[in-house]
T-cell receptor, first 110, second 114 residues
Framework: GESVGLHLPTLSVQEGDNSIINCAYS??????FIWYKQESGKGPQFIID?????DKRQGQRVTVLLNKTVKHLSLQIAATQPGDSAVYFC?????????FGRGTQLTVWP | KAGVTQTPRYLIKTRGQQVTLSCSPI?????VSWYQQTPGQGLQFLFE???????NKGNFPGRFSGRQFSNSRSEMNVSTLELGDSALYLC?????????????FGPGTRLLVL
């Protein structure tokens, strides 16, 4: 199967700092990538997506970068807030379905 | 527009029993996917339904089954429950194709098997 992994299982940042969450994928044929946020007791919530014909996409306070050369995906959160504390998952579309990474726990300290 | 809804939210069963979980997708969405989430294995794909047909299937035993109705609502069934089936079961819907479009998740059904 495909492998979608994260470089760090946990990330702690100070409120107001920028956060960067990384994700590696193994299938160079994957053409669609999504970041999800999951808060405790809730289902994953869509944050932002990017297609393989793009290198960068920006949303509100979030930016996703895609480096197809090294098969790497990152999520940047600007001015991180306590409400951003959650588990973040990346997912890639391959072989007819989405494959999810294991997740990174982001903790924001006041 | 209402989000994806799942019922029940919590369920306790004993080994050997069977369980049926229900999912109502976002209005207009025709693709429904099911996932199992556990601390050890993360989010694992169970199956996807589109237009009442199973379009894709993950690597789960035949005890796990599902179906989709003409109104796109979906159910999944787990028979002969095992302790290891304790998990959060998530349903997600998309317009037509979860490979190409955003999937929106429901809150999940937390199943505990005793």
């Amino acid at each position: 199967g495909e492998s979608v992994g994260l470089h760090l299982p946990t990330l702690s940042v100070q409120e107001g700092d920028n956060s960067i969450i990384n994700c590696a994928y193994s299938n160079s044929a994957s053409d669609y990538f999504i970041w999800y946020k999951q808060e405790s007791g809730k289902g994953p919530q869509f944050i932002i997506d990017i297609r393989s014909n793009m290198d960068k996409r920006q949303g509100q306070r979030v930016t996703v970068l895609l480096n197809k050369t090294v098969k790497h995906l990152s999520l940047q959160i600007a001015a991180t807030q306590p409400g951003d504390s959650a588990v973040y998952f990346c997912a890639e579309s391959s072989s007819g379905r989405l494959y999810f990474g294991r997740g990174t726990q982001l903790t924001v300290w006041p | 527009k209402a989000g994806v809804t799942q019922t029940p939210r919590y369920l306790i069963k004993t080994r050997g029993q069977q369980v049926t979980l229900s999912c109502s997708p976002i209005s207009g969405h025709r693709s429904v996917s099911w996932y199992q989430q556990t601390p050890g294995q993360g989010l694992q794909f169970l199956f996807e339904y589109f237009s009442e047909t199973q379009r894709n299937k993950g690597n789960f035993p035949g005890r796990f089954s599902g179906r989709q109705f003409s109104n796109s609502r979906s159910e999944m069934n787990v028979s002969t429950l095992e302790l290891g089936d304790s998990a959060l079961y998530l349903c997600a819907s998309s317009l037509r194709d979860q490979r190409l479009e955003t999937q929106y998740f429901g809150p999940g059904t937390r199943l505990l098997v005793l």
